[in-house]
């Protein structure tokens, strides 16, 4: 069928989290001398944040390995070791049982107490008090909950557990009359259904705070009080892009296939269990839309009929397209009045308006009719705004269609318009007219900020997207001269922007989750532009990257009177129901004077 291909990684949070996130298991070359050069938890003298010292060269070949720094795990690692605090910590270490299951038997029961809730939204609870310092980590538990659990998996200062019980709920924070999936709990995909959705922004702020506090290695001064995170307008049916998956029959299973068509009865279609790496039968998914569901059910159907054929895994494909059959070079009457706009007013930014916490759902979206892709070589149509794109299935795209003009609206607030604290004229970017978009995709921040700019430069590593950006240019006429995209490296756009006025110019940053890179971030320090928009679905490798971007950009601005402050920093909800967030953080070229200044009255410490 034209949906089917091998399973392979995939770029985006919701389809890691569902598709490639492996069952802990305990680690099967576990050594029993426990690695003691390396204190966690020191805080450093100058920054406050806390950096657990990671092993390197010969010390990296010993069998206990910290996780990589800003992955799911090392998030966890960090909210443990936190927890226990580092006195606790260090005295695990000094005994050599930082990395013993103090539990003295592998699948232990436990009953706890949750006490917090970590960065990727799993509960975290303290071991009882006759263990020792050591934290258990459950999923779809509430700090205040009394729990049951099962450890099957322990690491350092930390074990992981299967949530076997609610014994006591927290009936301020749970409330199961919310939740809209049968499988909830069961599939890894959603983890905060039963919050209210308040709560979920909430926590979700609390995320950004903490990835600052963790991976910035900033002093608070410089951090400056996180804004609260922007809700999406739907909270369930937004996902424009479903990708559940099924294993291949084995050998057995194989054999075992009716005659009549009807399904197997082993035949498991859907997304992986929670804290496994299974896959669960899955009818629907409430968080994807209405069009993709339904497509799903034929797709199943369809997938059951001639599952003896495949010999292979395979991730399907879902993905919600507009209907409308546009013909090249034909814009909408919105978009040819828009462009007409723009020919007169190339930078006609009008005043700031409030930002809602939780913007109106546009209902327009629902007067177009839609339609599922289902071959990754298909074409997507999606609207933002005014603004018509037009991209291949199996490529990027954001997945939450309703959030994605208040998020572009909000990039483009931002660059124009900075907080009361900052005045127009302490900016040294008093009026950005040049944009670049470095990791731009389908040229999503490009376009939809083009009438607001005279030149604009998107580079994006994809081939594809760079095809799908200039194709979209074209259908909303904005022209080449004016608005160019290139393939390559996102460093290599500077060598290409080098007739752009620094100071006038806004860069926005919007990287994989893996995050920008050195080489790229020396690269936009040498450049220097006025404001830079970095948009991020891991908050956590955007932390390391701005921290490192603003101590380098300070020392080698020494001397020319200007440097770069964070100015606001804020999440945007782009996965209700589940614990991830995007997060915007807006970094500005002010004078010295300034930026001290505005560090005195902004900063959260
Ligand atoms: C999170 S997406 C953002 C895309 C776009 N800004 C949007 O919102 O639709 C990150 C993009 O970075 C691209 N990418 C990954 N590594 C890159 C690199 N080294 N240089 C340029 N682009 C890269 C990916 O192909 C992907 O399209």
């Given at each position: 069928m034209d949906s089917a291909r091998q399973r392979t990684p995939e770029d985006h949070p919701l389809e890691e989290h569902v598709?490639?996130?492996?069952?802990?298991?305990?680690?099967?070359?576990?050594?029993?001398?426990?690695?003691?050069?390396s204190l966690v938890g020191?805080?450093?003298?100058?920054?406050g944040a806390k950096q657990p010292k990671r092993r390197k060269g010969k010390e990296?070949?010993?069998?206990h390995q910290l996780p990589e720094e800003c992955t799911a795990e090392d998030v966890v690692y960090r909210d443990a070791l936190n927890l226990i605090g580092e006195e606790a910590a260090k005295r695990l270490e000094d005994e050599g049982?930082?990395?013993?299951?103090?539990?003295?038997?592998?699948k232990v029961e436990l009953e706890l107490e949750v006490v917090a809730v970590s960065s990727e939204g799993s509960a975290l609870s303290l071991a009882?008090?006759?263990?020792?310092p050591w934290v258990i980590v459950t999923p779809h538990a509430l700090p205040g909950e009394k729990i049951k659990a099962r450890v099957f998996r322990n690491t350092r200062f930390h074990s992981y557990a299967d949530l076997?019980?609610?014994?006591?709920?927290?009936d301020k924070l749970r409330d199961?009359?919310?939740?809209?999936?049968?499988y909830f709990t069961k599939c890894?995909?959603?983890?905060?259904?039963?919050?209210?959705y308040e709560t979920q922004l909430d926590w979700k702020k609390n995320v950004v705070v903490k990835a600052y506090q963790n991976y910035?290695?900033?002093?608070?001064?410089?951090?400056?009080t996180v804004l609260p995170t922007i809700g999406s307008p739907?909270?369930?049916?937004?996902?424009?892009k479903l990708t559940p998956h099924f294993d291949a029959p084995t050998k057995n299973q194989a054999k075992n296939i009716?005659?009549?068509g009807s399904r197997p009865e082993w035949l498991r279609i859907g997304f992986n269990g929670t804290n496994s790496r299974s896959v669960m039968d899955i009818e629907?998914?409430?968080?994807?839309t209405k069009v993709l569901n339904e497509k799903y059910a034929e797709t199943r159907e369809e997938v059951a009929r001639k599952?003896?054929?495949?010999k292979r895994g395979v991730s399907l494909l879902l993905r919600e397209s507009l209907e409308i059959p546009l013909e090249p070079n034909e814009p909408s009457d919105s978009m040819a009045i828009d462009s007409a706009a723009e020919a007169t007013s190339p930078t006609r930014e009008s005043s700031p308006t409030p930002v809602p916490i939780i913007p109106e759902y546009?209902?327009?979206?629902?007067?177009e009719k839609k339609l599922c892709i289902t071959d990754h070589k298909g074409t997507i149509r999606e609207r933002v705004g005014d603004m018509l794109f037009q991209y291949t299935a199996g490529s990027f795209f954001q997945?939450?269609?309703?959030?994605l003009v208040p998020l572009t609206s909000y990039v483009r607030k931002s660059i124009f318009h900075p907080p009361p604290s900052i005045s127009p004229t302490s900016?040294?970017?008093?009026?950005?007219?040049h944009l670049v978009d470095a990791y731009c995709g389908a040229g999503l921040f490009a376009l939809t900020l083009s009438?607001?700019?005279k030149k604009i430069s998107g580079i994006e590593l994809s081939e594809d997207s760079i095809k799908s950006a200039k194709r979209s240019a074209s259908l909303n006429n904005v022209s080449p001269q004016k608005c160019e995209f290139t393939s390559g490296d996102?460093?290599?756009?500077f060598a290409q922007v080098q007739d752009f006025p620094r100071q006038n110019t806004a860069v926005i940053i919007d990287p994989p989750r893996r995050g920008s890179d050195e080489k790229f971030l020396d690269q936009l320090i040498k450049f220097t532009p006025g404001v830079i928009v970095y948009v991020s679905c891991n908050v956590h490798t955007q932390a390391r990257d701005v921290g490192m971007f603003l101590r380098k950009a300070r020392e080698s601005l020494i001397g020319e009177g200007k440097e770069y402050v964070l100015e606001t920093l804020r999440g945007f909800d782009?996965?209700?129901?589940?614990a991830h967030v995007e997060s915007v953080a807006v970094l500005r070229l002010l004078t010295n004077q300034k930026a001290e200044e505005f560090r005195a009255t902004a900063s959260s410490q």
């Open positions: 598709s490639k996130k492996p069952r802990l298991e305990e680690p099967n070359n576990v050594e029993e001398s426990a690695v003691k050069s020191t805080s450093d003298a100058t920054s990296r070949k010993k069998k049982k930082d990395w013993t299951n103090p539990f003295g038997e592998s009882p008090s006759e263990y020792g076997l019980e609610v014994i006591t709920p927290n199961v009359s919310r939740v809209k999936c049968k890894s995909g959603c983890q905060y259904q039963m919050l209210s910035s290695n900033l002093p608070g001064t410089d951090i400056p739907l909270q369930y049916s937004y996902r424009t009716p005659d009549d629907e998914c409430p968080i994807g599952i003896g054929t495949y546009d209902l327009s979206h629902d007067l997945n939450n269609n309703s959030i900016s040294l970017s008093e009026k950005p007219t009438p607001y700019f996102a460093a290599n756009i782009l996965f209700p129901q589940t």
